[in-house]
C-alpha cells in the first residue's frame, strides 16, 4: 500500500453511474485509484426528464411527481454503491444527482461545476450495442470533455 502523493495531479474525481456491472467496476478502479493518490470523488447519476409521451415503462404509467420521486430514490440507490465503496477505502465522497435526457452533458457539466479535474467512467453502460467500441455516453464525454478522461473497460 502506498502514500498519496504530497501534491496529487488529481484532487476530485467524478465518478458517473448508471448502475451497470461496468458502471460498478469503474466506481471500483476510480475510488481505489483516488486513494492512491489522495483524491476525494464526487458518485454521479443522471434521470431522464419526465415526458408525457414515452415508450419508457417507467413515465408511462406515473404522473410527474411518481416518476421524479421513483427518479431521486433510484439515483439514492446508485450513489449509496459509490458512497459504499469510497467509505471502505477511507475516500472522502460527495454525491450528486441531476436529472438530463444527455448524460454526457450532464457529466461535463457536473464535473466542470464542482471543479473535478478528471472523470473515471465505464467504457459502456446500459445502452446496448449503441457504440461498437465504448458506450455512446462515453464517447460523447471523451469527445467533449476538456476534463480528462479516464476509461474503465
Known amino acids: 500500500m502506498s502514500q498519496p502523493l504530497d501534491n496529487p495531479l488529481y484532487r476530485r474525481i467524478l465518478l458517473p453511474t448508471d448502475g451497470s456491472e461496468a458502471s460498478q467496476r469503474a466506481i471500483l478502479a476510480g475510488v481505489a485509484f483516488a486513494r492512491e493518490v ?18 419508457d415503462p417507467d413515465m408511462i404509467g406515473d404522473t410527474a411527481e411518481q416518476y421524479a420521486d421513483a427518479s431521486r430514490e433510484r439515483g439514492r440507490r446508485l450513489l449509496a454503491d459509490v458512497d459504499s465503496a469510497a467509505r471502505e477505502a477511507g475516500v ?35 445502452r446496448g450495442l449503441g457504440g461498437l467500441l465504448l458506450g455512446s455516453e462515453t464517447q460523447k464525454v471523451l469527445v467533449h470533455s476538456a476534463i480528462p478522461v479516464l476509461v474503465h473497460r
Open 38 to 55: 489522495g483524491a476525494d470523488v464526487v458518485g454521479f447519476t443522471a434521470m431522464p426528464a419526465f415526458h408525457v409521451l414515452s415508450t
Open 92 to 126: 472522502p465522497c460527495t454525491l450528486e444527482q441531476a436529472v438530463s435526457d444527455e448524460p454526457w452533458q450532464a457529466i461535463i457539466g457536473t464535473a466542470r461545476h464542482l471543479g473535478c479535474d478528471l472523470i473515471v467512467m465505464a467504457s459502456h453502460g446500459r
